[in-house]
């Protein structure tokens, strides 16, 4: 008997049972290539070829999308009511279209450059061999919670220029502040978030006070004390919300991507005992194969929004002005049409660093060279100094954590040889 074709309404991306493993989905999802979500009307597009086009097409597919309500706390009015009492708003600059995205993505040009980041290194390896130091006698870790975690904090936070000792709390407001974009929680969790990302706002804002008066050359401080040229070519300090917006993107952005991509490549890589056998060969010439190919096969970011200006047509589909698009990047980068064999997790694949993990075009994140830096120097720490790692017994059944958004593993025990 033949088998029913499948189609993308029997996977809901906001079912927890396909969040967990979405890649039979997203097959099924790219026979379309875009599928309208019953459940809210978003128009999803899975091909890489399409989404390529879609990020180079501001003209046509805006990232503002709060031109539709946009946040998901715009749902609520408690919310929206706690953050206008302080004159704050839930937006980020830095989504936002050409030419305005262009004047403040200019600001933060410098702070990225190839000679900052190769500066970092040392930092990152110390760190990371001091996160290792404080486990590697016990012979087991809980990866995420103990490396993943507290690495890419402690980077984003000397990169910003904020205190060490807060770092627990930059991790409650970083989960807070991605709760939202999971799309699954009540109102009484949503305002629970809200008011952890009201507490990130005040701290910021007094940190900003510091940073005037006592400049220290770190992000925060130039930023604070640069002059911003607006699109009337008139200059300005940045308001209160400007750099509130822009800060907690880089704080946000520069720990939760990362840390849930090294938690994945980890597991890839025992998943994958050929190829951890490989990188280990030769750990200088593969891991940064291994890396790209571990943001392509993995995407910690499994999708993100643009919203249509004019009406359009994606494929053979038709989007009317007015329509929220989900761009699926982790679909694209298991789309056969660009990778051969996409679902083979192969580290020396030639084009892996094609994918769409950090996205293209005007968008791209400005954080990738951050982020691909902290990975390759810390597997590089790793894997010298932790033999035969492996699953720590009766750890078989991982889990993801629910979300829309993003892909994160909850835990990950690993046991491991001196």
């Known amino acids: 008997m033949t088998r029913p074709k499948e189609s993308p309404a029997d996977y809901s991306l906001l079912d927890p049972a396909v969040q967990a493993c979405p890649y039979h989905a997203y097959k099924v999802y790219r026979e379309g290539p875009v599928f309208q979500m019953p459940e809210t009307g978003h128009y999803v597009v899975s091909r890489y070829q399409d989404i390529w086009r879609i990020v180079r097409e501001p003209e046509v597919f805006s990232i503002d999308t709060t031109q539709d309500g946009g946040h998901p706390y715009d749902n609520y009015s408690d919310i929206k009511r706690l953050f206008s009492e302080r004159g704050w708003e839930s937006r980020t600059v830095l989504s936002t279209d050409p030419p305005l995205h262009g004047s403040y993505r200019s ?37 995420v919670e103990e490396f993943c975690y507290p690495l890419p904090m402690m980077v984003i936070a000397d990169f910003l220029g904020l205190p060490q000792q807060d770092l627990e709390d930059f991790k409650r407001w970083s989960i807070a502040w991605v709760a939202p974009f999971a799309m699954n929680n009540d109102s009484e969790s949503a305002y629970r978030y809200a008011l952890e990302h009201v507490e990130l706002k005040a701290y910021l804002v007094e940190k900003f006070d510091e940073k005037r008066r006592k ?19 008139t200059r300005r300090p940045l308001t209160e919300n400007e750099l509130l917006s822009i800060t907690e993107q880089l704080l946000v952005g520069g720990n939760e991507t990362t840390n849930n991509a090294m938690a994945s490549a980890m597991l890839l890589l025992l998943q994958h005992p050929g190829q951890m056998d490989l990188l280990l060969s030769d750990i200088d010439r593969y891991v940064k194969g291994f890396v790209e190919e571990c943001l392509r096969y993995e995407s910690p970011t499994q999708g993100l929004y643009r919203y249509t200006v004019q009406d359009t047509t994606v494929g053979e589909t038709f989007i009317p002005k007015g329509s929220m698009v989900h761009l699926r990047f982790a679909a694209g980068n298991r789309d056969d049409g660009q990778y051969s064999e996409a679902d083979v997790f192969d580290i020396t694949r030639s084009n892996a660093a094609t994918h769409l993990a950090f996205s293209h075009g005007q968008h791209h994140c400005m954080g990738a060279p951050l982020s691909r830096m902290e990975m390759k120097v810390a597997f590089s720490v790793l894997l010298r100094r932790l033999k035969n790692i492996r699953l720590a017994r009766g750890s078989d059944e991982l889990k993801h954590v629910p979300g829309f958004t993003l892909r994160a593993l909850e835990a990950l025990d690993l046991a491991f040889d001196r």
């Open 215 to 233: 400049p220290d050359g770190r992000v925060i401080s130039d930023l604070v004390n640069c002059s911003y040229t607006a699109l009337d070519g």
């Open 107 to 143: 600001l933060l040009e410098h702070c990225f450059t190839n000679r900052r980041i190769k500066s970092m290194q040392p930092m990152v390896e110390q760190l990371s061999n001091e996160l290792i130091d404080a486990f590697i006698d016990k012979g087991k870790v809980e990866f």
